[in-house]
């Protein structure tokens, strides 16, 4: 397997500098990974680096709390799409869903999912956040909803991702969709776990590291 082709290459720190995200956008190219994952304020600079090669230009919406109104996301990702963005990482409302507001979570990732159109979408549900039913609960919802990912975590939380959210996800999704592992995945070791446990995608600050080591 090309596990290259896995990794959503990410930055995402309040203080990144554009020299960094340069750096990360340009191994990203040389190794061809599937992704770039970045603040939206940092989409024009890298789509510039990355035009014409395969690798995707990835933004977070509602990050990282995902307590915005769904307007202020939709706005966000109509923005980052216009921008350059390719792929769109948002982030739910995990009180919502927490409140048992399905209707609210649902009809949120949809509209965003409008928004994106043939661009991939992935669904983060901040798993360290959740009951095991309310992790599965979330997956069914974001695939009614239409997304094409679910991922476990911002990496901004009390927890990342663990090969058992990935194994309970796979489950509640099936294998039509993606699951996104992300969050503290700092060794081939663990990235091959996540995959063996259904991880079709690995959200990472360690990218080439991961494929050298």
Known sequence: ????????????APDAREE??????????ELH???????????????D?????????????GFPL??????????ETRDAIEKGAQEIDMVINVSALKDGKDDYVEEEIRRIKECCGDKVLKVILECCLLTDEEKVKACLLAKRAGADFVKTST???????TVEDVALMRKAVGEEM?????????DRKTMLAMVEAGATRIGTSRGKALIEE
């Open 155 to 161: 990496g901004f939380s009390k927890g990342g991702a």
């Open 49 to 61: 680096i990355l035009d014409g090669t395969e690798v995707k230009v990835c933004t977070v919406i």
């Open 1 to 12: 397997m090309e596990y290259q082709r896995l990794i959503d290459s990410t930055l995402l």
């Open 20 to 29: 960094q995200i340069v750096a990360l956008a340009k191994e990203a190219k």
């Open 66 to 75: 995902g307590a915005m109104t769904t307007e202020s996301k939709v706005f």
């Open 33 to 47: 990974f599937a992704s770039v994952c970045i603040n939206p304020c940092f989409i024009k600079t890298v789509k």
């Open 178 to 186: 993606g699951v996104k592992a992300a969050g503290g995945i700092r």
